[in-house]
């Protein structure tokens, strides 16, 4: 429930009429509802009755929708869940249900800073709940403290799943546009309204616990909107220094991408284990060095009364025989008079005393270098540079070699992103560019020069990509490529120039001047463009190092020479350029290229059939056939079109599977 102050009009307002419950006051006022206590008259039992507000849900659909999402939570049946008992309308027309009263109040009225393990059962018991619900497909978007209530046994439950969606159905807004959920403990993503997960409800529970712990929240604003600011772009914060051992976990619990953080309840649950066993451990460092103080005066005392109790031992016995005077003879069993004489002969407190060994910073940057050289960068989640980088940080961050580590690891993720940008795989350059600023902006470093270096060498990627597109006269694809600029988030001039140069392409755009037309597909009538050139060698051997392809065997007619030396794609028997169009490749190789292309211009391409390629071998220089989509004699073999150096037949089936070194391809695209 929330935090907000009751509403003063609500005490004069009338209360809602409701068939069945006698309502009596309200107990809280929220932005999309009001909380009343009730009593429901046939069973005679207290209840609490959330309606919803008229603005909340405007209209009929809203209001079916809704009271659909609750029947679905009605069936959560989960010991820390709050039940549902009823769902329905006021005489108004207003959705309500109605949940047990608890009277014992809920998680943000208690302290619970000084009793770590309260905090740490009550997240294990949120944590199953999230689990069950979880795998029911129902995602609850609001964790917080109000929403933790406790019974009269002192279990808490977890209540309030009225604006929780299953999932599918995406994000939910209000009529002010804001996104629905308590933003002191959302996730960012929830906060921009884009669809969620069980990962946002694992981010607020981290919110939680370090509220819990800690006693305040994680990121604290005057308003809501700053708030939602800060979640998404500000550090995680330190813990305090009694609270080191939890670091770790807030760091993976508060990430700022969902990929980094716990995957799900189980994997938290398990990463809570870990936490408790190194707070034993925590506790048992901070209790060490009174120990020692302890051994100062404790070892001589220990010594005396040693001394003390064989000379009363010896007065007892008299010391009457030579055997037994050579039995408790002193200088063979008294203990050593002194501290220095007990450190002398090995004191057993030594061992039991001294302090565990400390987890070194050096660590986990040799983990981050480690996983640096495994290109183990952000992923997967258990064991990459990215988390082990912060947790140093979080330790030192002062410390040179965490600065130096940072850096590396910026580098890295620059040359992966340049690499992205050159295989036109643009998702993968937004993920890169997206944990670089992330990492950034988390220790400090969103001007160093190796972020510099990074956005440079993004340009840089982009500009060479846009000249591969003037090459290929295609001012759509160049245009495509500048606009990634401003994805991401390069320099405005730098985002001006790129976009000015795609422009400045001329020649043919696929589908302008050499447009098919239009064609009959699935009983409807889309419109197809040519390429204006074959592929070529340079743009075919990034689909291979992205796919790692094995190139096909390329062979005219057998010979013992090309038993001796296979001929393929990047050896077809003579020098080629890499702006020359590719030959040697297989109709399948061809295929899965332009199934490749499409998943990385977003865009529909295939193979020309004979029909749309009447006019296909315009190719300046060495004359080349095409691969067609069309089957020959059988579709073991596709038809190639168009006259060769080889050939002067203007269509001819060959095998499928083979490569030929007067044989290209162009590409089709749909739109």
Not at 445 to 464: F, G, I, K, T
Request: aromatic content about 6%; proline content about 6%; glycine content about 6%.
């Amino acid at each position: 429930m929330s935090r907000s102050t009751q509403n003063p009009h609500e005490e004069s307002a009338p209360l809602p009429e409701i068939a069945g419950y006698r309502l009596r006051r309200v107990i809280n006022h929220g932005g999309m509802s009001t909380v009343y206590l009730g009593e429901q008259i046939g069973l005679a039992r207290e209840v609490a009755i959330k309606v919803m507000l008229p603005l909340a849900l405007s209209d009929e659909v809203s209001r079916r929708r809704f009271e659909n999402e609750v029947r679905t939570i009605a069936r959560l049946e989960h010991p820390n869940v709050v039940v549902i008992h009823e769902v329905g309308r006021t005489r108004e027309g207003l959705p309500y249900y109605a949940m047990p009263y608890l009277a014992r109040g809920h998680l943000g009225q208690r302290d619970l800073s000084k009793d770590e393990p309260r905090a740490i059962a009550i997240m294990e018991t949120l944590l199953s709940a999230l689990d069950y619900a979880h795998a029911r497909g129902v995602v609850h978007r609001d964790v917080k403290a109000e929403n933790v209530l406790f019974d009269d046994a002192e279990r808490p439950l977890l209540a309030d799943f009225g604006i929780a969606l299953r999932r599918g159905f995406g994000p939910r807004v209000t009529a002010a546009g804001l996104a629905v959920g308590s933003t002191a403990y959302m996730a960012p993503e929830q906060a921009r309204g884009e669809d969620v997960d069980g990962r946002a409800d694992l981010y607020s529970l981290g919110v939680l616990g370090w509220e819990m712990l800690t006693g305040r929240l994680p990121f604290e604003a005057a308003d809501a909107l700053s708030m939602a600011v800060m979640h998404a772009q500000d550090p995680i914060p330190k813990l305090p220094q009694h609270l080191r051992h939890w670091q770790r976990f807030m760091n993976r619990a508060l990430a700022k991408q969902p990929g980094q953080r716990f995957q799900d309840a189980a994997e938290m649950t398990e990463a809570l284990a870990d936490v408790q066993r190194s707070g034993f451990v925590h506790s048992l460092k901070r209790l060490l060095p009174r120990a020692q103080r302890l051994r100062q005066w404790a070892v001589p005392l220990w010594a005396g009364v040693a001394v003390a109790a064989v000379a009363v031992v010896a007065i007892g016995f008299g010391l009457s025989s030579a055997q037994d005077d050579e039995f408790f003879r002193v200088e063979r069993a008294a203990a050593p008079a002194s501290a220095a004489a007990s450190a002398a002969v090995g004191d057993p407190t030594d061992a039991m005393l001294a302090p565990l060994p400390e987890a070194p910073l050096q660590r986990s940057l040799e983990e981050a270098r480690r996983y640096i050289r495994q290109g183990k960068l952000t992923a997967p989640a258990d064991g990459n540079a990215y988390n082990s980088l912060l947790t140093a940080w979080h330790a030192d961050s002062t410390s040179p070699d965490v600065r130096a580590g940072v850096t590396e690891l910026t580098r890295a993720l620059g040359d992966q992103l340049a690499v992205a940008v050159r295989e036109r795989n643009d998702q993968r350059a937004r993920e890169h560019m997206l944990n670089a600023t992330t990492l950034a902006q988390q220790t400090g470093s969103a001007d160093s020069p190796a972020m510099r270096a990074l956005r440079d060498q993004a340009a840089a990627a982009l500009q060479a990509r846009i000249e591969l597109d003037g090459k290929r006269n295609d001012r759509e694809d160049a245009q495509r490529s500048a606009a990634l600029a401003a994805e991401l988030d390069l320099p405005k001039a730098t985002s001006a120039r790129l976009i000015a140069q795609a422009k400045a392409i001329g020649g043919l755009r696929p589908g302008e001047t050499v447009a098919v037309g239009s064609v009959i597909q699935d009983n409807s009538r889309i419109t197809v463009a040519l390429s204006p050139r074959p592929v070529s060698r340079a743009e075919y051997a990034r689909f291979a190092s992205a796919s790692n392809r094995s190139p096909a065997l390329c062979r005219e007619r057998a010979s013992l020479l090309r038993v001796l030396a296979p001929r393929n794609w990047e050896s077809p028997g003579f020098k080629q350029s890499d702006g020359e169009p590719v030959v040697c490749v297989s109709q399948a190789d061809a295929e899965a290229y332009a199934q490749w292309y499409s998943q990385q211009t977003g865009r529909r391409y295939r193979l020309p059939s004979a029909a749309e390629a009447e006019n296909l071998n315009d190719t300046p220089g060495r004359a080349l056939s095409m691969w067609l989509r069309d089957c020959g004699r059988d579709c073991q073999q596709r038809q190639a079109s168009g006259a060769s150096w080889r050939s002067g037949q203007a269509q001819r089936p060959l095998a499928a599977a083979r490569g030929y070194d007067d044989v290209g391809f162009r590409l089709v695209r749909e739109r």
